[in-house]
């Protein structure tokens, strides 16, 4: 009983579990559209959840840790205050912009058939402009507050499963799972900055706190690099799937997003680890270089391991688990899962690394290893795919995910010193207080 408690009072196991239960719980519906359905319905279903993806770093202006970052480094806890709620603002501004825009594209660029579906997308796009409240969150977890976060959006993510589960078993098809996960994220959002009110009554609220065009403009300045870097991530990350839609048709859009969604959904591991891990590692980074290389070492081995263990399990599994799972007319997939499974051992320890290029200043090359990452990957997909169909997307996925996730290091000077800086810490060694030039 004690160890049970200890359990669930764990910061890690809280966040990893909440993230686990969420992973589950988007893998259930994917699978539950794929065998009530079929290909073609979550073909439709990938595509529009591929411009929800495209809109995610379009509206978050690649802030993220950089705020972070920005607040705890602030000369008062009024400036603190002052550039939080600035960056929020300006998150907000960007979400209704980028939103209506998405949607404009959305209708004029997709064919007819998804004309039925312009509603659904605009309630999803609305909510996801509040995505710009995961900046309290961020501040939450610096303070150390990640059981009560982890478990309230738990709660969230189990409410809208019930919800999600009685609209497609009523009948109601994919239109009204985008109307649920429109309310889902608008849900979280605000949870998010309730919680952050109760654990901060003077840090200030919305209507006391004025958005500053200082903190503005140096924001901007600052996450400008970020931001493109994510655009051009989401573009390499989910342009397989657009490029598939033109090429070979909306049932084989459907049976590779399902399969790759196996793939891709263990990627919420390292993403919600990273987030536990970056206040740590930028506190050892302000203490010490050397003990900051070591806790970077670690996590990335955890990272590694986690990824080489997923991907052995899935690429043995594969041959039962994708007919099993999907039904018989997503067994072309199977090959398709083989090979995208081992992207995941770059795409792991590229959380950290991204955490790495904010905290010593490197947002520039965050950008240009996505930016050939993402032209690498639309011009393998336009040589593989009517070579090798699904199984040449996967390819091209891989390749590209290797270089834009790790080996654009040692393209970079200063990446390479740190990489070998990285291999030889020990402990034990001298104390080396700040990076060396």
Same mark, same amino acid.
């Given at each position: 009983?004690?160890?049970?408690?200890?359990?669930?009072?764990?910061?890690?196991?809280?966040?990893?579990?909440?993230?686990?239960?969420?992973?589950?719980?988007?893998?259930?519906?994917?699978?539950?559209?794929?065998?009530?359905?079929?290909?073609?319905?979550? @073909?439709?279903?990938?595509?529009?959840? $591929?411009?929800?993806?495209?809109?995610?770093?379009?509206?978050?202006?690649? +802030?993220?840790?950089?705020?972070?970052?920005?607040?705890?480094?602030?000369?008062?806890?009024?400036?603190?205050?002052?550039?939080?709620?600035? %960056?929020?603002?300006?998150?907000?501004?960007?979400?209704?912009?980028?939103?209506?825009?998405?949607?404009? @594209?959305?209708?004029?660029?997709? &064919?007819?058939?998804?004309?039925?579906?312009?509603?659904?997308?605009?309630?999803?796009?609305?909510?996801?402009?509040?995505?710009?409240?995961?900046?309290?969150?961020?501040?939450?977890?610096?303070?150390?507050?990640?059981? $009560?976060?982890?478990?309230?959006?738990?709660?969230?993510?189990?409410?809208?499963?019930?919800?999600?589960?009685?609209?497609?078993?009523?009948?109601?098809?994919? /239109?009204?799972?985008?109307?649920? +996960?429109?309310?889902?994220?608008? %849900? $979280? #959002?605000?949870?998010?900055?309730?919680?952050?009110?109760?654990?901060?009554?003077?840090?200030?609220?919305?209507?006391?706190?004025?958005?500053?065009?200082?903190?503005?403009?140096?924001?901007?300045?600052?996450?400008?690099?970020?931001?493109?870097?994510?655009?051009?991530?989401?573009?390499?990350? *989910?342009?397989?799937?657009?490029?598939?839609?033109?090429?070979?048709?909306?049932?084989?859009?459907?049976?590779?997003?399902?399969?790759? *969604?196996?793939?891709?959904?263990?990627?919420?591991? !390292?993403?919600?680890?990273?987030?536990?891990?970056?206040?740590?590692?930028?506190?050892?980074?302000?203490?010490?270089?050397?003990?900051?290389?070591?806790?970077?070492?670690?996590?990335?081995?955890?990272?590694?391991?986690?990824?080489?263990?997923?991907?052995?399990? +899935?690429?043995?599994?594969?041959?039962?688990?994708?007919?099993?799972?999907? #039904? /018989?007319?997503?067994?072309?997939?199977?090959?398709?899962?083989?090979?995208?499974?081992?992207?995941?051992?770059?795409?792991?320890?590229?959380?950290?690394?991204?955490?790495?290029?904010?905290? $010593?200043?490197?947002? &520039?090359?965050?950008?240009?290893?996505?930016?050939? @990452?993402?032209?690498?990957?639309?011009?393998?997909?336009?040589?593989?795919? !009517?070579?090798?169909?699904?199984? #040449?997307?996967?390819?091209?996925?891989?390749?590209?995910?290797?270089?834009?996730?790790?080996?654009?290091?040692?393209?970079?000077?200063?990446?390479?010193?740190?990489?070998?800086?990285?291999?030889? %810490?020990?402990?034990?060694? &001298?104390?080396?207080?700040?990076?060396?030039?």
């Amino acid at each position: 009983m004690n160890l049970l408690k200890k359990l669930a009072q764990a910061r890690a196991v809280a966040l990893v579990g909440e993230r686990l239960i969420r992973l589950g719980a988007a893998a259930v519906i994917t699978v539950i559209v794929a065998q009530m359905l079929g290909p073609a319905a979550t @073909g439709y279903y990938a595509i529009v959840m $591929t411009w929800s993806a495209f809109l995610a770093p379009l509206a978050n202006l690649g +802030m993220n840790n950089l705020v972070q970052k920005q607040v705890q480094s602030a000369p008062t806890p009024a400036d603190g205050s002052s550039i939080l709620f600035t %960056a929020v603002w300006l998150r907000l501004a960007a979400g209704v912009l980028f939103g209506t825009l998405m949607w404009l @594209g959305f209708a004029w660029y997709l &064919p007819a058939e998804f004309d039925a579906y312009l509603p659904s997308a605009a309630a999803l796009f609305i909510g996801q402009i509040f995505i710009a409240f995961i900046l309290f969150e961020y501040h939450e977890n610096y303070q150390g507050h990640f059981r $009560t976060l982890a478990y309230g959006r738990l709660g969230i993510a189990m409410l809208c499963l019930l919800a999600k589960l009685w609209v497609l078993y009523a009948g109601y098809g994919i /239109d009204a799972l985008f109307w649920v +996960m429109g309310v889902e994220f608008a %849900a $979280t #959002g605000f949870y998010q900055y309730l919680l952050f009110c109760r654990h901060n009554p003077d840090f200030g609220r919305f209507r006391q706190v004025k958005a500053r065009l200082t903190w503005a403009k140096e924001l901007v300045r600052r996450s400008s690099w970020l931001w493109m870097s994510g655009i051009l991530s989401v573009v390499y990350l *989910r342009i397989d799937v657009v490029m598939i839609e033109r090429l070979l048709g909306i049932e084989q859009t459907g049976v590779y997003s399902a399969v790759s *969604r196996l793939s891709e959904l263990w990627y919420l591991i !390292p993403a919600t680890l990273a987030v536990r891990y970056y206040p740590d590692l930028l506190k050892q980074h302000q203490h010490s270089w050397s003990c900051y290389l070591l806790l970077l070492r670690k996590y990335c081995g955890y990272f590694l391991a986690m990824a080489l263990v997923i991907a052995v399990l +899935m690429f043995v599994l594969a041959p039962p688990l994708v007919p099993l799972v999907f #039904g /018989d007319a997503f067994a072309a997939g199977v090959p398709v899962l083989q090979i995208h499974i081992w992207a995941g051992m770059f795409i792991f320890v590229r959380y950290l690394i991204s955490q790495h290029l904010v905290i $010593t200043g490197q947002e &520039p090359l965050s950008l240009a290893s996505h930016g050939v @990452g993402a032209v690498l990957n639309v011009l393998l997909n336009f040589w593989l795919i !009517p070579l090798y169909g699904l199984q #040449g997307a996967a390819w091209a996925t891989l390749i590209s995910y290797a270089y834009a996730s790790f080996f654009f290091l040692f393209f970079s000077r200063r990446c390479r010193s740190h990489f070998w800086q990285l291999c030889k %810490a020990r402990l034990g060694q &001298p104390d080396i207080k700040s990076e060396p030039v």
